[in-house]
């Protein structure tokens, strides 16, 4: 029974992590309509930038800092927003697909300096010793694991808050305006552009935070564990759960991380060792062939409250229609 | 100075160029970013595999042709590949791309194709698995060439291989009735189909003309590095930086952004260091969108 709450809490830390990231995403894709390829690497930015600043001084490579973990946060929230906000300054003139294109380039560039910069990120061995919020109970599992818990889950609460009053104030107006009329609005007076990245940054910093408060739940990063498969993830839970719903990004993370870790434990106990790498990819075949069911039957997903706007970008012509 | 990095520029270029000739189509006729179209590579390399491996099984071991790795079989495996290629982009669109399209939803067709494109992944490391794979073990010996440039056999035919099909696709392009409905779509959907254009057809011509490209180029890669479900997903990046440096919709414009990214690839592995070779299609792709966004062909949008 401990057991089982324990697992419960580390299960709900990581979903709650996940949720963070899907609640930066719905910012930028369900309210504003910007698309994001390189999740994976702002959230990436945000781990390594709050694990330097925290980690104890590390001759082999740059810094350890020793800094709070709250800093730690702060600084790397400022950091991601940062890159997004470069990032969208750069394409959010021209067609929305090339936003898409260039934040996938941002997060295979990310992963290629966690990679090789070894004196900054320490290569693909990564980065250890990060400090833990309540290290001093790990001792205790199930004290250590409620209390990261009560952690994060006050992080996601603040963060939703946070983005239920920013929708309704008159900047989410502007954005939601701007996804649906964009001349109407341009009209009244308001920079696209500005308040686009504005946006942009202002999820990537959500993004940036989750990377931070995961890796020092687990005191451990590594290049690997931001590949394209998070962004991916990500995705998923924010179009099941329905996007331009803060509930649904929040559902939907819980809901489709419930079934990633079930259908691996499933795939660890039914398949012999030497077949779990090629059963762990027919998981993601199955995940994306949800994905693409779901936008063709139901692109409004669980909570979804709106139908998916017609026209996108600045400049987003309308697609080829085939008879 | 060692120029052996040109050579191996070209080459990588040229990968990288047949790839983006599909991509920059797709992106002016269909008007979507194609994530899976890395994913077509690699499906057509190992579509191509297996064909050369049911040959191998009915016909026996084929010598190969004068001083190549490879002998008849893969050219005609290659042949077939490319139409399975061509065929497996087309069932992809009946089944997904298009109904999306036809709801008017650009960015939601993008979508669509990075999570096709992690599917069709997947699927590949399921059935091969991750291990790498090889169309021949055979070590080439590469000839002097003079500058101390070297070359194998197989890289100077795969390089004339690539001039005959750019020319032939430019040709296509701008000489055929096909080609010339392919350029009147991408630029102005509307009026292409007022002066009665079959827009079904050109949209199928596309499919068909992009896998097969992307085919080839996976081969190419097949034949010189080796052949791994990840190898379409990393020219990806490459691909989309040198249809957006050689122009969106100019196929002349993706080979040359295809071979200048190549040889700046090339500079960089001997000049920064191997490690960072995939940054160069990124900083090259930014560089151009805060410079000149339309490319080096490319047209302003009506």
Known sequence: ?323 | MNLQFVVDGLLTGSMIGLGAIGVTLTYSILRFANFAHGDFMAWGTYATLAVVGAIGAMVGKVAPIGALSFGWPLIVALIVGCVLTGLMALALDAVLFSRLRSRGQSIIVVMASFGASMALRSLLEFIFTSRPAYFSRAIQIAMPVGFGIRVTPDQIALLVLTAVLVAATHLMMTRTRTGRSMQAVSQNPALARVVGIDVARVVRATWLLGGALACVAGVMVGILVQIRPLMGFDMLLPMFAAAILGGIGSVPGAVLGGLIIGLAEAAAVQFVGAEWRAAVSFVILMAVLLVRPIGLFGVKER
């Not at chain 1, 930028?28 to 600043?53: D, P």
């Not at chain 1, 935070?209 to 290049?223: N, R």
């Open chain 1, 1 to 323: 029974m401990i057991d089982l709450i324990g697992y419960g809490a580390f299960f709900l830390i990581n979903a709650l992590i996940f949720a963070l990231i899907t609640l930066g995403l719905n910012l930028q894709w369900g309210l504003t309509g910007l698309f994001n390829v390189g999740v994976a690497g702002f959230v990436a930015i945000g781990a390594y930038v709050s694990a330097l600043l925290t980690t104890p001084d590390d001759p082999a490579r740059f810094g350890g800092f020793d800094l709070p973990i709250l800093i730690g946060w702060a600084v790397a929230m400022a950091a991601s927003s940062l890159a997004a906000a470069v990032t969208g300054f750069a394409t959010l003139r021209l067609r929305s697909d090339y936003l898409a294109i260039t934040t996938f380039g941002v997060a295979v560039v990310v992963q290629l300096v966690a990679l090789n910069a070894q004196s900054l990120t320490g290569g693909a061995f990564g980065i250890g010793f990060i400090p833990r919020p309540f290290a001093g109970l790990a001792e205790n599992p199930l004290a250590f694991n409620l209390s990261n818990l009560a952690v994060v889950a006050a992080v996601t609460l603040v963060a939703w808050l946070a983005l239920e009053h920013l929708s309704r104030s008159p900047w989410g107006r502007v954005l939601k305006a701007l996804r649906e009329d964009e001349r109407a609005a341009v009209s009244l007076g308001k920079s696209a552009r500005f308040y686009r990245i504005q946006a942009f940054a202002v999820g990537g910093a959500l993004m940036g935070l989750a990377g931070a408060v995961q890796a020092h739940f687990i005191g451990f990063i590594a290049p690997d564990n931001y590949a394209p498969m998070l962004t991916f993830q990500i995705w998923v839970m924010l179009i099941v759960g329905g996007s331009g719903s803060n509930l649904g990004a929040v559902v939907g993370a819980v809901l489709v991380w419930a079934i990633w870790a079930g259908s691996g434990a499933a795939t660890a106990a039914f398949f012999p060792p030497e077949q779990q790498a090629r059963a762990a990819s027919l998981q993601i075949v199955a995940i994306g062939v949800m994905l693409c069911l779901i936008l063709l039957f139901r692109p409004s997903g669980l909570f979804g409250d709106r139908p998916f706007r017609r026209r996108l970008g600045l400049k987003a012509r309308k697609p080829l229609e085939t008879p």
